[in-house]
């Protein structure tokens, strides 16, 4: 089939390149003339693992291409998916549609013959309805189907969750559009991926109860994490413990500094103002994410407390800079806070990242960038792991304490057994382990 793909951001760009990769015919289309000639010369604007191989392999069998003209690109397809963005509006948390608008409004222009529309991006419960507004104002003659189908990639694992999701929802009960997307998505329904049709608003709604039912998990075990070291029990035990009840599973219960990103912290947030808006209150969520909030600032005094009760004039050292590893993504990432308390506190901050430390320079105050674990580590009074990844995952603490001014480790993502760090001669503060040997 031919696809449009409309934002070739996160979510644009990777649904375009695996749809392509399943034999569909794409283009890719974005407003940044820079980002387009980019991706045309093979350069990939975001780091997403696997992603630019993909591009690669499929530009050159020529199922994708690359182009700031919508209207060109959207004439014949048979579908055109929105995958723009939706930022919380600022100041009030609701998601900006403005994008989606704008996008919606130039597709019924341009689009020719019956055409399904599809919001891939997250948005709010009844932007289809919005956007089938937007459609036949802009062209009453539009032969469009507006249907719903919301991702759940996350980042780091994009590729592999689009290509082996566990459903793939869609929104719609309209009878062309329902054929339609079952050949969007045939090839994947063939490896046993099941579609999941709903109607369109039930579908806009399962992305955020999603997405904050899996922040609220966090945000459980984070607060068991806190009750753990008061009672002195290991939370990851207690994960492993609850985890084993397939009622609640085992995943999304790693206690850390908090959830960030750019969708938990969003799409919270816009759930709450939905719900705020029906008159039907999402108190968990509200609850949620207040808690999150606080818990990142919370991390900083952990550090604190950790290297004495005082950390000005003292050097700290930061392993992790992005929201989670495997993407150089710093939106709402926990460092930011933690960081700039630490600083509020007269800490001077040494940091490294793998992928992070281009985004991060705009968003942090001053920071001393170093080029791996260790060089930040010289004459350091603390080390803080903040992002787990592979990178940090068997640091030499020999090596390490022969540098450190005082060989302190605070691990945020409980990535040590402590014994395998304490027999170095370090301190050890991990999350919520204050019990047992672990
Ligand atoms: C999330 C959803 O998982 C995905 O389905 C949706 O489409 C987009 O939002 P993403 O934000 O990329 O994906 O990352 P995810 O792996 O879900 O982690 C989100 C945050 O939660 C990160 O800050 C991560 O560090 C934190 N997290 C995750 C925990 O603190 N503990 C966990 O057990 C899991």
Not at 23 to 51: M, Q, R, S, T
Not at 211 to 233: H, P, Q, S
Request: contains cysteine.
């Amino acid at each position: 089939m031919r696809i449009t793909m409309v934002g070739s951001g996160y979510v644009g760009l990777v649904s375009g390149v695996c749809f392509a990769d399943f034999g569909h015919d794409v283009i890719c289309v974005d407003k940044v003339e820079a980002k387009i000639e980019a991706l045309k010369n093979g350069v990939i604007p975001i780091y997403e693992p696997g992603l630019d191989a993909l591009v690669e392999s499929n530009y050159k069998a020529g199922r994708l291409s690359f182009s700031t003209d919508l209207a060109a690109a959207v004439k014949d397809a048979d579908v055109v998916f929105i995958a723009v963005g939706t930022p919380s509006r600022r100041g009030d948390g609701h998601a900006d549609l403005s994008y989606v608008h704008a996008a919606a409004r130039e597709i019924a222009q341009a689009s020719t013959g019956f055409t399904v529309v599809v919001t891939k991006s997250t948005v709010p419960v009844g932007t289809g309805d919005e956007v089938e507004r937007v459609i036949r104002e802009a062209n009453p003659e539009a032969d469009i189907a507006v249907v719903s189908n919301p991702e759940f990639l996350r980042e780091g694992a994009a590729i592999d969750d689009f290509k082996r999701p566990d459903r793939i929802v869609i929104g719609t009960t309209d009878e062309r559009a329902i054929e339609v997307m079952k050949e969007v998505y045939r090839p994947l329904s063939l490896n046993a991926a099941p579609l999941f049709f709903c109607e369109r608003r039930t579908s806009e709604l399962i992305k955020y109860a999603g997405n904050a039912f899996l922040a609220m998990k966090i945000t459980f075990i984070n607060e068991i994490a806190d009750l753990c070291e008061r009672v002195g029990a290991d939370v990851q035990k207690v994960a492993k413990g609850i985890g084993m009840d397939k009622r609640i599973g085992e995943k999304f219960l790693h206690a850390g500094p908090g959830y960030g990103g750019s969708c938990f912290p969003k799409d919270t947030l816009a759930l709450v103002k939905t719900a705020q808006d029906f008159e039907s209150p999402m108190r968990l969520i509200e609850t949620t994410v207040a808690i999150n909030d606080n818990r990142k600032r919370a991390m900083a005094r952990k550090v604190i407390a950790a290297c004495g009760g005082s950390v000005r004039g003292k050097k700290i050292a930061i392993l992790g800079l992005t929201f989670k590893p495997n993407t150089d993504d710093m939106r709402e990432a926990p460092s930011i806070s933690i960081i700039q308390a630490l600083q509020d506190n007269g800490a001077e901050v040494h940091a490294y990242d793998p992928e992070g430390m281009e985004a991060a320079r705009d968003l942090l105050g001053p920071v001393n960038y170093g080029q791996d674990a260790y060089s930040i580590s010289e004459k350091a009074d603390a080390l803080v792991l903040v992002t787990e990844w592979d990178a940090f995952r068997a640091l030499d603490f020999r090596r390490l304490k022969a540098t450190m001014n005082n060989p302190l480790l605070v691990d945020l993502r409980n990535v040590y057994p402590k014994t395998e760090v304490t027999r170095h001669g370090f301190e050890y503060h991990g999350v919520g382990r204050a019990g047992g040997d672990a």
